[in-house]
């Protein structure tokens, strides 16, 4: 069993202030409870050629977090900021937040020979998120091998080391929403928004509640069911080794927070389960090591590739979700049936207005009724694909413009040794998805005063010149057209080639370190993140989620992770670091 623990107090005394020389005092105390329990039974037992293993078990986890905040003012001592010696309390705020999962799993593996292998599990959990009706899911997988390698078939095939399929079945199961109690109405209450002075003197108040977030009873656990098909192989004795695993899953019952409409008032929305996802895709690994002489090597490559497809959102097949971006009009991506999740949404830029009746043929976004004499305004800045041949641009141009999602992803690991040095590095790559670079609103555009890029600069539309490198619109500070509305401008190809770590070392020889009683001593510098090569202009072609855990809100799509994927809205770059170091063994 594992048992943890954590308790923090501390106050922040503020005095000085200009309306209350007293000063106020603040109190605030954060404790945070963890429980872990896990219990397991296992059973062997080999009958001739047949051999079993049985593994029974039961896990509990529990999270208790409890905040409280008080402050008071009008202290008669200044210099003694305990609460007990304030005259008024100016705010309290408590809260508890509790979490527990339990769950009862099994397992059974069986193998004839060592050749023919099945596996199969069964486990129920229950989670405190969920209504006592809905708390329960029941979760399993099975699987079944044949190590071909050890069949008489192959007995005469010498360069086959080993060689093993695989294919299994499971369902499996996700309770992971930040909100302890999803099923139940949530209520608050604050000075602001809920108390009220009841005896109308004006020198107290009364405690009222409002609605802060609704519940949903139905709510219960996510379901994914994945079938995967594996092949194992290695050759001449271990020098060469690989594997190649296809899957397909399907989650159903995602939980996603509710879009409730304005007549919901301001009252936060519940977890629901709504929506069914499908990936596809394979991992492919390849590995080859060997030694002569002095000289030892070992390479590794991985492969993977995965398509999205979201198959049902509502009832509707329309229905969509959506998220923005930072100060651009508009939404930036959205997820529907039949595509990806957060493909990125908006106008397909197409090149600029040249002229007046340029602009006339195709009006600017929302100027429908523009005349000729505003036209010349728009003269050098972006104009955007009419989709449907109206003649305008409105909502209905709206299109999907990239997406976040690669073709392709890996990485190269290599390892080289001559007697006492060793070197490796490891390189990783994306192929085939794109970014939204939405920092580009601020240094590409004058609609944000700021630091410019050199593209504004150097990459600018001139009027009578020669424009054939332009990709922004002229110089005009009273541009707010061409960067205001999300388009194809912001989506970059985010392909890359990095070089993530590169580690040189050497160990003295062991007769040098008997004397000082040390057993291996070994030097090392190591380099991370020192050469990327891409086309991606933002910080980090690596960039995934514009939010890294989700939110208990959804204000334009934080609450949802994913529905901001590949969103670039800025960031910390990926630092590039040299460390010198020892290790060393006594």
């Given amino acids: 069993d594992n048992f943890g ?63 409280l905040q008080a402050m008071k003012e009008q202290f008669l001592i200044p210099d003694n900021p305990e609460l007990s010696n304030g005259a008024a309390l100016k705010d309290a705020t408590s809260y508890t937040s509790e979490y527990r ?98 005896t109308g003197a004006n020198n107290s108040e009364t405690t009222g509640f409002r609605l802060s977030t609704y519940g949903n009873t139905d709510t219960k656990w996510e379901m994914t069911k994945m079938v995967n098909l594996g092949l194992d192989a290695t050759f001449q004795n271990g020098k060469l080794s690989g594997s190649f695993e296809w899957y397909t899953k399907k989650t159903s019952n995602m939980l996603i927070q509710a879009a409730y409409t304005s007549m919901a008032g301001e009252s936060g929305s519940p977890y629901i389960n709504f929506g069914d996802i499908k990936n596809t895709g394979f991992d492919f690994m390849f590995n080859y090591r060997d030694r002569k002489g002095d000289w030892a090597w070992d ?59 340029d602009v006339m043929a195709t009006k600017p976004f929302g100027q429908s009724d523009i005349t000729e004499a505003d036209a010349a305004a728009y003269v050098g800045r972006f104009r955007f694909e009419d989709l449907n041949g109206d003649g305008k641009l409105d909502d209905s141009d ?76 002229m110089l005009n500070m009273e541009d707010n057209y061409s960067g205001a509305y999300s388009s194809s401008y912001y989506v970059e190809d985010a392909s890359f080639l990095r070089l993530k770590n590169l580690v040189l070392g050497y160990s003295l020889p062991k007769e040098l370190l008997k004397k000082a009683g040390i057993q291996n001593l070994r030097l090392y510098l190591q380099a ?28 334009d799509g934080a609450g949802r992770v994913d529905l901001k994927r590949g969103v670039d809205m800025g960031g910390w770059p990926t630092t590039m670091r040299f460390l010198l170091g020892v290790n060393f063994t006594f």
């Fill in 528 to 555: 991370e993140n020192i050469l990327t090569i891409t086309g991606y202009t933002g910080l980090d072609p690596e960039f995934t989620n514009a939010y890294l855990r989700q939110s208990d809100s959804d204000n």
């Fill in 5 to 67: 623990y954590t308790g923090v107090d501390f106050q922040t005394p503020i005095g000085g202030d200009a309306l209350n020389v007293n000063g106020r005092s603040y109190r605030t105390t954060q404790r945070y409870f963890a429980l872990n329990t896990n219990k397991l039974l296992t059973y062997e037992k080999t009958i001739g050629d047949h051999r079993f293993d049985v593994l029974l078990g039961h896990e509990v986890k529990a999270d208790k977090k409890t905040y």
């Fill in 299 to 357: 390479l590794s490559l991985n492969l993977s590739h995965y398509k999205n497809e979201v198959l049902k959102l509502a009832e509707a097949d329309d229905y969509s979700l959506w998220a923005s971006g930072t100060r651009i009009e508009g939404y930036v991506t959205r997820t529907t049936k039949g595509h990806a999740v957060s493909e990125f949404w908006g106008l397909k830029q197409n090149g600029f207005y040249e002229s007046v009746a």
């Fill in 101 to 198: 999962l339990e769950g009862f799993f099994s397992r059974i593996q069986y193998d004839y020979k060592d050749r023919y292998y099945l596996t199969g599990s069964y486990r129920r959990d229950a989670s405190s998120r969920f209504h006592p009706d809905n708390r329960w899911g029941n979760f399993w997988a099975v699987s079944g091998g044949w190590r071909l390698s050890n069949e008489a078939f192959m007995r005469d095939v010498g360069w086959i080391s080993d060689l093993k399929v695989r294919l299994g079945y499971g369902v499996t199961g996700n309770s992971e929403i930040p909100v302890a109690t999803n099923f139940a109405n949530l209520f608050t209450t604050s000075t602001s928004y809920t108390n009220y002075d009841m």
């Fill in 398 to 473: 709206r299109t999907f413009i990239g997406s976040p999602h690669p073709d392709l992803t890996g990485g190269l690991n290599a390892t080289l040794t001559w007697k006492n040095w060793d070197f490796t590095m490891f390189w990783n790559f994306s192929i085939g998805n794109d970014l939204y670079n939405n920092t580009k609103y601020f240094t590409d555009f004058w609609t944000f005063n700021g630091n410019k890029s050199s593209r504004l600069r150097d990459q600018s539309w001139t009027l009578n010149g020669d424009n054939s490198n332009a990709i922004l619109p």
